[in-house]
């Protein structure tokens, strides 16, 4: 080397300081680092500490940065001052901006608190601004789950006490065969694409089930190129040969589901199809032992799959012969579902044959002692390491809860649900379904609701209905419309409220959701109901307050604008009474907190809700001398009590001796722990409690320790689902609840208690229409905030509409072409681009890309607003005009999932336009457009 070699430093100081946080830039919730200089960001990094992402950080959240110095953050409160939709505000002082809040509320809440509509989109904490609805009084709350994904996480709850994501994972360290349904790659990114890499070092394979192989797929052993909605068809023909083959864990089914309970046979019996249940109500099985009736949880009993038995002239038959009856049926076999699915007999059949080999032929066995709920104590933990992940992708469709039912059913068949390999609860899941709160609806002016708005009903007399029969909420959730709405129905909000069906409301209260744009079906229609007004000139929807960080597309529609903080200038709570931050071995929980003070007149939005409670007086906000509880969303955090010694925060509580963890007094310096200690808490599952979760007695004793309940609740998993029998039951006539008669027909075929598939809704109006139209969030995007991102829109400016080969080749189509897109509801003109792995029925693009002019601060030429399109303009949210004249939302029928991944659409090559069409004219926006380069200087 020579001697004048310059010395370079390779590891040089890039901050003065770090400040450990959760990121927000999509749900995943990963750890970071923020480094800081001279109080101001200057870069982000992973956590390597953290359970969540252990340093992996992706491109979003490395370009957190851009979303604390974003040209777009809303600076001070806004009052329209020109009509609604113009953009036309002028800003106001925080103490005016209260004061209208409060007056527009108050005599809400004294008079009819249902005319207040609160929706909140994409948030972190509905556990608190749940809590805030209920205490005003109106039955009209809900979070995004019902646009989202709330088929996958109903279904789920009433399957096995819990689903994918936020509540469940693969074993990455055991499994060998890992099937991936319909995932998008925004979803939970860092920990797919962690797990992804950690199976694939293992030898383990991938496949991939999606019409588009993009993301996850790309990097999959195998890929099944499925028509949309169809997946629950590939699933009933798979579940159909396994069973026809024999190779499903009979020994699991017996001893950890309801496959052994019998049910009552008759169809001439009141209590045809109910579980035959003893004096205490629970359900009975025969016990081999014996031959006896017994209780499904009796001590040392041995559930048997094939015993009948005869009552009072009425033969019960164990599930397990009504699964046999429904999945041998030759309407599942391979051949039958082919040229539906796009899947080949062969493949299918081959798929079915994998799935046996690898979960019988090469179980694994760990060598640890545990207990089940009956006191049988079982040598070793058998493991199925086969293990699936799914959401959206098969969950937004019109048959999507019965598509997620029939692949837990998949899953529990294989015996590789909470076993090693297969797939696990995160904690504080699972919770059996009978667990949970039911939906409560009952408005008394002055006070709150009475108990919980969202919530899983068992039967007819737990639905939200009024005295005459109709729906109690704006939305229709929890209705005979959707019964199991378990998450609410944001995107029917607007919609209804305009038709004043089944009521008018008086104002609407949104949090960070762009109904206006993104965040609906029907965009254009959305934005006419906004800014519709009746007779007398008044606005058909009178107020509507927002609160964002950003300008949105949402902004120009309200009347009332309460800017919130960026989610590093803010406190939030990730917590176990709402979406945790678990892993399959550990509960955990985490904070934000201001790592940076705002440099704008703005409050965090939890905050302000705590704030108008107290103005409002609403119980559990103020004091019993009716001052202010909370000081702010922190005060909250740190001394709310749910139930006894259960908060929002499960680190560091107090206990007799000193600190403790999970249940506990307040702690006036747990935040600070929580900082202290990088920004979360995390406690491990007991090593012989990690396994056979709902059934091991001693997760169970462990479970009652933390807090996740107050007593042990085993349960097995439930194959056929009573309570959607219940449903079907009404529908039939039987009972004191009955539906209306508009909907019997529609209940008794959707609320099946065994898994079935249906074609998509709107298919039946399909004609003229061949193609499949999806969207997906890009990996470097996921709330639409990601389009101003001045790093990510590097990445993704522009979306053209993917056409598969067979689609490019009969068109004509050639780079640069532009095409017009058309469905029932309306048409766009938009760039496309060919894609060979795809769906050859389907053309989809990514989500969010486009922007509406004058929104988020970006230039009137910004290529997403001029080549940026959504899908969502051939979208409508409610379903063709039936025969008898009724529109029903298009939604799933039994949770009210939003089915905009049923679009069909046709194609044909267009002359290239200016720009995307539809083009909608600019709305003004309340802050300056950026410059052309963003710059500034972060320390020396």
Known sequence: MAKDQPHLDTSPHVSDEVRKTTCYMCACRCGINVHMKEGKVAYIEGNRDHPVNRGVLCAKGSAGIMQVNAPSRLRAPLKRVGPRGSGEFEEISWDEALEIATGWLKPLRETAPEKLAFFTGRDQSQSFTGLWAQSFGTPNYAAHGGFCSVNMAAAGIYTMGGAFWEFGQPDWDHTKLFLLFGVAEDHDSNPIKMGIGRIKERGARMIGVNPIRSGYNAVADDWFGITPGTDGLLIMALIHELMKAGKVDLDYLAQFTNAACLVDSDPKSDSHGL????????????????????????QGVQPDLSATHRRAGVTHRPVFHAMADRFLDPQWAPEAVADRTGISAD?????????????????????????????????????????????????????????ARALHTLQILLGSVETPGGMRFKPPYPKPHTGHPKPHCKVTPGAALDGPHLGYPQGPEDLCLTQAGGPARIDKAFSWDNPLSAHGMMHMVISNAHAGDPYRIDTLFLYMANMSWNSSMNTRQTMDMLTDTDAHGDYVIPRIIYSDAYSSEMVAYADLVLPDTTYLERH???????????????????????????DRDVRAFQSVLCDLGARLGLPGFVNADGSRKYADYADYMTNH????????????????????????????????????????????????????????????????????????????????????????????GKGAHQPPEHLRARLKTHMDPLPFWFEPLGDETAQGYPLHALTQRPMAMYHSWGSQNAWLRQIHGVNPLFVPTKIWQEHGFAEGDWAVVSSPTGSITVPVAHMAALNENTVWTWNAIGKRKGAWALDADAPEATKGYLLNHLIHELLPEKDDGMRWSNSDPVTGQAAWFDLRVKIAKAPAPQEAQPAFAPVASPVPPATETLAWKVGK
């Open 572 to 598: 939030d709570c990730i917590s176990l009474l709402d979406r945790p931050i678990s892993e399959a071995d550990a509960v955990a929980d985490a904070i934000r907190w201001p790592v940076v003070e705002p």
């Open 347 to 403: 493949r299918i059949r081959a798929l079915a044959a994998e799935l046996a080999r690898v979960a019988f032929d090469e179980a694994i066995a760990l060598d640890r002692e545990w207990t089940d709920f009956r006191g049988i104590t079982h040598d070793q933990m058998i493991g199925r390491p086969v293990s699936m992940h799914a959401m959206r992708g098969i969950s937004a469709h019109s048959n999507g809860f019965q598509t």
């Open 641 to 732: 009590i749910r139930r006894p010694g259960i908060g929002p925060l499960a680190g560091w509580r107090m206990g007799e001796t000193g600190l403790q963890h999970g249940r506990g007094e307040p702690n006036a310096g747990q935040i600070d722990s929580y900082i202290r200690e990088g920004g979360y808490w995390m406690e491990h599952v007991p090593e012989g409690a990690a396994y056979y979760k709902p059934f091991n007695s001693a997760y169970q004793d462990w479970a009652v320790r933390m807090g996740f309940y107050d007593s042990p609740q085993p349960y097995v998993f439930s194959l056929y689902s009573e309570p959607l029998r219940r449903m079907q039951m009404a529908a039939e």
């Open 275 to 298: 579980l035959l249940k003893d004096s205490e109500g629970q359900p009975q099985v025969i016990d081999r032992r014996t031959g006896q009736l017994a209780p499904w949880n009796g």
